[in-house]
Nanobody
């Protein structure tokens, strides 16, 4: 059973920084790609950033140049460094992976990020 546990959310002023963590257990971590999604109140869940098993990263246009996704295979943890945050970054942030051995999607419980202007 794959488990994803996010942490690091909270309140931050616009222009500030925050780092989210996603601790992963029960999967072959090093061979999985991981994603960060976010969902604002009343809106759909959107993809924010992706990191492949080889470390290749992609970003939504809205966060490009401000957010950085990374992974530590030794710690089975994925990170999202959020810099120069804006009020529109306010959302619940979710960690996600697709376990390719079973084709099952796994999600964390989410962590709230609130950016004040």
């Amino acid at each position: 059973q794959v488990q994803l546990v996010e942490s690091g959310g909270g309140w931050v002023q616009a222009g500030g920084s925050l780092r989210l963590s996603c601790a992963v257990s029960g999967s072959t971590f090093s061979t999985n790609a991981f994603n960060w999604y976010r969902q604002a109140p009343g809106k759909q869940r959107d993809l924010v950033a992706t990191i492949s098993s080889g470390g290749t990263t992609t970003y939504a246009d809205s966060v490009k140049g401000r957010f950085t996704i990374s992974r530590d295979n030794a710690k089975n943890t994925v990170y999202l460094q959020m810099n120069s945050v804006k009020p529109e970054d306010t959302a619940v942030y979710f960690c996600h992976t697709l376990q390719r051995t079973t084709w099952v999607n796994y999600w964390g419980q989410g962590t709230q990020v609130t950016v004040s202007s």
